[in-house]
């Protein structure tokens, strides 16, 4: 199982280009698989462009940072 601690921390350095953009992301739960989901905020709740917030930003930085994640998913 990946440490939450450890997904936190990355989502922590993602989180200051969201908020300039008026959005933000929120850690929901990491499931047994290593599958991160997450609650885009904001602006990012409903921009037309959150998928590739969501797959090209977060999914990729968290990836390189924690080769376990396998994927990650907004709920």
Known sequence: ???KNKVQEVINKIRPAL???GGD???VEITEDNVVKVRLTGACG???MSIMT????IEATLKQ???EVKAVEAV
């Open 54 to 57: 969501l797959k090209g930003g």
């Open 19 to 21: 908020q300039r953009d």
């Open 46 to 48: 409903h921009c037309p």
């Open 25 to 27: 992301v929120e850690l």
């Open 1 to 3: 199982m990946i440490d």
């Open 65 to 67: 940072d924690i080769p």
